[in-house]
């Protein structure tokens, strides 16, 4: 069966440095990946996604994804965080079975970046 | 281009009451997707809809909930009676055709459901 992990609960960093949030997944076949954000009392935002080719993906507001395929890893990353950035982020995997295609979601980290 | 809409945002209902919520896809979007998410947890599909057509709610507690997506367009989600544990947040999602090709799923602001 199809899965991701986000093994943080919580990350947190400071305004202005890097910040990573991690994901792991399980897929038998080519993964499709995809990251979405959640501000508070809102629905899931998409950020990027990453079917094929190159490893780095961009998405929106800044943020990038590196997909490494020997460490099964998709973690979202961006080069300088801000405070606004601060949500909870959800990774999704797709899931081909029986024939129709949906979405697995890990169980989200929360991001806090501070001043 | 219009998002995915959804009513009500909010609803607080007792115990063993009913509720339905509405969702309305982005334009086109043969896929519709009500995905539950729990304070704490990722969203869990529940049932998902191609043209109008269920293709998968094996997730989908029957005894209490249902759905429709009547003419491939709009769709509602009923539940009936509510207990405590739907309390929850109800995501309604569309896509072109599913995930297949890297489609992407667009989600709506979601209903929030208090059951008390």
């Known amino acids: 069966a199809q899965s991701v992990a986000q093994p943080e609960d919580q990350v947190n960093v400071a305004e202005g440095n890097p910040l990573t949030v991690k994901c792991t997944y399980s897929v038998s076949g080519n993964p499709y990946l995809f990251w979405y954000v959640q501000y508070p009392n809102r629905g899931l935002q998409f950020l990027l996604k990453?079917?094929?080719?190159?490893?780095l993906v961009k998405g929106s507001y800044g943020f990038e994804a590196e997909f490494n395929k020997s460490q099964t890893s998709f973690h979202l990353k961006k080069p300088s965080a801000l405070v606004s950035d601060s949500a909870l982020y959800f990774c999704a995997v797709r899931d081909p079975s029986g024939g129709y295609n949906k979405l697995i979601f890990g169980a989200g980290t929360r991001l806090a970046v501070h001043p | 281009e219009a998002g995915v809409a959804q009513s009500p945002r909010y609803k607080i209902i007792e115990k063993r009451q009913s509720v339905a919520f509405w969702c309305n896809p982005i334009?086109?979007?043969?896929?519709l997707y009500w995905y539950q998410q729990i304070l704490g947890q990722g969203p869990k599909l529940l049932i998902q809809?191609?043209?109008?057509?269920?293709?998968?709610d094996s997730q989908l507690p029957k005894d209490r909930f249902s759905a429709e997506r009547l003419k491939g367009v709009d769709s509602t989600l009923k539940i009936q009676p509510a207990k405590l544990e739907d309390s929850a947040v109800y995501l309604c999602a569309s896509s072109p055709q599913g995930v297949v090709s890297g489609n992407t799923i667009y989600f709506g602001e979601g209903s929030w459901l208090t059951v008390v």
């Open positions: 334009s086109g979007h043969a896929t």
């Open positions: 809809f191609q043209n109008n057509g269920v293709v998968d």
């Open positions: 990453y079917i094929t080719g190159d490893n």
